[in-house]
């Protein structure tokens, strides 16, 4: 257990587990130590962010076919998880896959120091969805309120940061 004694005297806000999702032959040996992991009481309740690699390979699992795989909704109560696709070889999805860990991270943090409880990935994959098809429906008052409020000024913030990145 080194990863344990290395993670011991640091915080954590999210756990980043990378899957090779062209290797269907070990994704049951990566379920296991994936969960096993999991139950260490240092990461109970962190946020994981499940990232299938390999994408551009032919054959490869979708990120939800490996989030079923993985038994991800075993998670749900638990702790808030994401499933998300990209190539680190080709670069496609990976500043995607990026972008939404660090903007779930900060969503994470505050709703941790507000003491909400854990989203569950479907309100999480809603959300998501939901993203530019107007206002997302409000489940309780003036939080959502200062929720929605909190996202239009980072997507602002944060657009306004992207546009430079993406001219090269």
């Known amino acids: 257990m080194m990863f344990m004694r290395l993670i011991s005297n640091i915080c954590i806000d999210a756990i980043v587990w990378v899957v090779d999702a062209s290797d269907r ?26 990232v299938a690699n390999k994408q551009d390979v032919d054959g490869a699992m979708s990120p939800e076919e490996v989030e079923k795989e993985l038994k991800l909704h075993s998670f749900d109560t638990k702790r808030t998880y994401i499933c998300m696709g990209c190539s680190a070889k080709s670069g496609a999805g990976v500043k995607e896959t990026i972008k939404r860990l660090a903007k779930e991270v900060k969503v994470e943090i505050k709703r941790v120091e507000k003491g909400q409880p854990v989203k569950s990935h479907a309100e999480l994959e809603a959300k998501a969805k939901g993203k530019g098809k107007g206002k997302e429906k409000a489940s309780s008052g003036a939080a959502a309120d200062q929720k929605s409020r909190d996202q239009s000024h980072e997507e602002k913030s944060g657009d306004s940061k992207d546009s430079s990145d993406d001219s090269s």
């Open 25 to 50: 032959d070990r994704l049951d040996e990566t379920k296991k130590m994936l969960h096993q992991q999991m139950r260490d009481p240092e990461l109970a309740s962190k946020m994981l962010f499940v």
